[in-house]
């Protein structure tokens, strides 16, 4: 089985600055990697995702996730954060089956 | 299309009692997912089904916990004699392929 940690249960953040968000896994399976926004009130919605080939995955709306095979990681960055961006994330992983982590709530003050 | 959708959106219920949840997935999504989801949690996966077949089930699935699927469209989940430890979020998801789901606004579930 699969396990992931989300290093950060918050992170507040000033608009404009960077973000990282981060997410540790294990697992004894090569693994899909994903993280997913949930915005209040609202459910999961897949924000990236990586499968394979290229281990930088961008999304629509500027951020990207680099899969780091050898550190487990799959963290989750921005380089320049919303006050839009407010939000809690999970980073999940799927082997043997789909395992989320406890999530980051990412807060963006102005 | 509008997405998944849940119904109802918030459930209070006494301990003891039965309750029923109902899930409807995209249109064309053959898969469909059960999670739980606790305050200061990820989701937990519950139960998998392709099309009507249930093809997997999360050990968290008591024997109080039943889901369907019995046209291989919208799936129900019913829990038997609550209890305050089932008080939760409970999450459907839906897919056309296995490693893109799309989820429900969720069912928000009190035990009282």
């Known amino acids: 089985a699969q396990s992931v940690t989300q290093l950060d249960s918050q992170v507040p953040v000033f608009e404009e600055a960077p973000v990282e968000l981060r997410c540790n896994y294990s697992?004894?399976?090569?693994?899909?990697l994903f993280w997913y926004v949930q915005y209040p009130n609202q459910g999961l919605q897949l924000l990236l995702k990586?499968?394979?080939?290229?281990?930088l995955v961008e999304s629509i709306n500027g951020f990207e996730a680099e899969f780091n095979k050898s550190q487990t990681s799959f963290h989750l960055r921005k380089p320049s954060v919303h006050i839009s961006d407010t939000a809690e994330y999970f980073c999940?992983?799927?082997?043997?089956?789909?395992?989320f982590g406890a999530g980051t709530r990412l807060t963006v003050k102005p | 299309d509008t997405g998944v959708s849940q119904n109802p959106r918030h459930k209070i219920t006494k301990r003891g009692q039965n309750v029923t949840f109902r899930c409807d997935p995209i249109?064309?999504?053959?898969?469909l997912y059960w999670y739980r989801q606790t305050l200061g949690q990820g989701p937990e996966f519950l139960t998998y089904?392709?099309?009507?077949?249930?093809?997997?089930k999360s050990r968290l699935l008591s024997d109080r916990f039943s889901a369907e699927r019995p046209k291989g469209s919208f799936s129900t989940l019913e829990i038997q004699r609550t209890e305050q430890g089932d008080s939760a979020m409970y999450l459907c998801?839906?897919?056309?392929?296995?490693?893109?789901?799309?989820f429900g606004p969720g069912t928000r579930l009190t035990v009282t």
């Open positions: 998801a839906s897919s056309l392929y296995p490693h893109e789901q799309y």
């Open positions: 697992s004894s399976v090569s693994v899909y």
């Open positions: 990586y499968l394979s080939g290229s281990t």
């Open positions: 999940a992983v799927k082997g043997d089956d789909m395992r």
């Open positions: 249109s064309e999504h053959n898969r």
């Open positions: 089904f392709q099309n009507e077949a249930q093809l997997e």
